[in-house]
C-alpha cells in the first residue's frame, strides 16, 4: 500500500466536467501507465517524460492536478515544481510529489518548491487517485 499525505490545503475547482492531470515521470512505463489507469478513472490525463516536456505541455493545456516523480535527470521534480508554480497557467495547480523516496526524504524540499502532497510509487493507484479527487472539486 502506497504511503500518502496532503501537505498543503490547497484545492482545485476543475474547469471541466473532470479532472485534468499531467503526470510526468521519466519513467514511460510507469507513467503511460499510470496515465490510462487516471484516464479509466474518470480523469483527463496526460503524459509527458520530462520537467521540459511539462513546461511545453502546459503552454496550450492545462493541468489541474500535476503528478510529479522526484528523480528525474536534467531537471529533478523540485526545480520542475518551482518553474512550474512560477507560470502562471500552472501557479494554482495542485502538484503532487509521485516517487519512490520516504515522505521525510520530499517533504522538507518538497513544500517550499510547492508541492502540496506526496504518494509513494509501489502501491495501487487507489491511494493518489483519492488524494486527486479529495484536492479536486467541481
Same mark, same amino acid.
Not at 45 to 51: E, L, T
Not at 64 to 72: A, E, G, P
Given at each position: 500500500?502506497?504511503?500518502?499525505? !496532503?501537505?498543503?490545503?490547497?484545492?482545485?475547482?476543475?474547469?471541466?466536467? !473532470?479532472?485534468? *492531470?499531467?503526470? *510526468?515521470?521519466?519513467?514511460?512505463?510507469?507513467?503511460?501507465? &499510470?496515465?490510462?489507469?487516471? @484516464?479509466? +478513472?474518470?480523469?483527463?490525463?496526460?503524459?509527458?517524460? +520530462? @520537467?521540459?516536456?511539462?513546461?511545453?505541455?502546459?503552454?496550450?493545456? *492545462?493541468? /489541474?492536478? !500535476? *503528478?510529479? /516523480?522526484?528523480?528525474?535527470?536534467?531537471?529533478?521534480?523540485? +526545480?520542475?515544481?518551482?518553474?512550474?508554480?512560477?507560470? +502562471?497557467?500552472?501557479? @494554482?495547480?495542485?502538484?503532487?510529489?509521485?516517487?519512490?523516496?520516504?515522505?521525510?526524504?520530499?517533504?522538507?524540499?518538497?513544500?517550499?518548491? @510547492?508541492?502540496?502532497?506526496?504518494?509513494?510509487?509501489?502501491?495501487?493507484?487507489?491511494? &493518489?487517485?483519492?488524494?486527486?479527487?479529495?484536492?479536486?472539486?467541481?
Amino acid at each position: 500500500m502506497a504511503r500518502c499525505g !496532503i501537505w498543503t490545503n490547497r484545492s482545485v475547482k476543475f474547469a471541466g466536467n !473532470i479532472p485534468a *492531470v499531467l503526470v *510526468v515521470d521519466d519513467n514511460e512505463s510507469l507513467g503511460g501507465a &499510470l496515465t490510462a489507469v487516471l @484516464g479509466q +478513472s474518470a480523469m483527463d490525463a496526460r503524459f509527458v517524460a +520530462s @520537467g521540459i516536456q511539462a513546461m511545453e505541455c502546459t503552454r496550450h493545456w *492545462v493541468p /489541474d492536478v !500535476i *503528478v510529479l /516523480d522526484i528523480n528525474m535527470p536534467r531537471h529533478d521534480g523540485f +526545480s520542475t515544481a518551482r518553474v512550474l508554480r512560477r507560470l +502562471s497557467p500552472t501557479h @494554482g495547480a495542485v502538484i503532487l510529489a509521485f516517487t519512490a523516496l520516504d515522505e521525510h526524504e520530499v517533504q522538507a524540499r518538497g513544500v517550499p518548491a @510547492g508541492f502540496d502532497g506526496y504518494c509513494q510509487k509501489g502501491g495501487t493507484p487507489d491511494d &493518489l487517485i483519492g488524494m486527486i479527487h479529495a484536492m479536486t472539486h467541481t
